[in-house]
């Protein structure tokens, strides 16, 4: 936002995915003001998401205790997960990629802390399972939100992954969340196509692509284009981690279908 001509988003910011986990602890935890910390990659990215963690705290009437940031491929969080744990919190939300992920709950297991993590976004795909193991579940199993279901839900997008992993003679445990994204990148790019009708043009593509309506692309919430949107999802699922079994390895439980961050002018 503002849309930009030619940019067809199907995926949303970490912010807007740790509102609707905001949302959930307060609304369906029942936690009216939680002592919440995060730790962010220190990107673009992590800083944005700190910008909309702050915003939508303050409309609930509470604020972030703490916030610590790492710089992109850090392997060590020991000093960002002991000021969070100095500093009380109860709830750690995590913006940054898988590994950041991992790393905070492995942390706080050598801490024996055990907060409530969240994980919006890119890092909750559940390859986060396999880098954390055992330590994912040290404490409260870890809650996520994202705009894509996980590779444990059944979706189109999962069978079509399932379908090429056989024929390739691959493992389809190597299937993670991000896995899904490009069956689903790649059902709405061919949507628009067949809509730009034969005589292929930039322009023409451009209006195919502001035809997509309520498009079903594998494993989101139904994608909408226009002339004046360019954010085609909007819908983001809450899940709760579920530990694993023989081999350690946990997975996503869905535990909040497709919903919005709540706007506070709404109240």
């Known amino acids: 936002h503002p849309p930009k001509k030619y940019i067809f988003a199907t995926m949303l910011s970490m912010g807007y995915c740790a509102r609707v986990l905001i949302d959930y602890v307060v609304n369906e935890l029942c936690v009216k003001h939680p002592r919440m910390g995060v730790c ?17 705290t303050s409309g609930y009437g509470f604020e972030i205790i703490a916030a610590t940031s790492f710089m992109p491929g850090s392997i060590d969080l020991s000093g960002q997960i002991s000021k969070l744990k100095a500093a009380d919190v109860d709830y750690v939300m995590v913006c940054a990629v898988n590994r950041g992920s991992a790393y905070s ?11 409530q993590f969240m994980f919006p976004g890119v890092g909750s795909s ?3 399972f396999t880098l954390g193991r055992e330590a994912m579940f040290y404490g409260k199993p870890p809650i996520g939100a994202a705009e894509f279901l996980p590779i444990s839900a059944d979706s189109e997008a999962k069978t079509l992954c399932l379908k090429w992993t056989k024929e390739e003679g691959l493992d389809e445990k190597d299937l993670v969340t991000k896995t899904l994204m490009g069956v689903t990148y790649g059902k709405t ?3 628009g196509l067949k809509l730009a009708g034969k005589d292929l043009t930039v322009e023409s593509f451009v209006k195919g692509m502001e035809g997509i309506k309520n498009f079903e692309n594998g494993a989101q919430a139904p994608v909408t284009f226009g002339p004046d949107i360019r954010q085609g999802v ?4 809450v899940y709760r981690g579920v530990p694993g079994g023989a081999d350690g390895i946990g997975r996503w439980e869905i535990v ?9 002018s709404d109240k």
């Open 40 to 56: 962010f990659m220190d990107t673009e990215m992590g800083q944005e998401a700190l910008k909309e963690i702050r915003e939508h």
């Open 189 to 191: 790019l061919v949507e």
């Open 256 to 264: 909040k279908p497709w919903t919005e961050p709540r706007k506070h």
């Open 234 to 237: 909007t819908k983001v699922v």
């Open 105 to 115: 709950c492995k942390e706080a297991a050598k801490l024996d802390w055990k907060p």
């Open 126 to 128: 559940e390859h986060i």
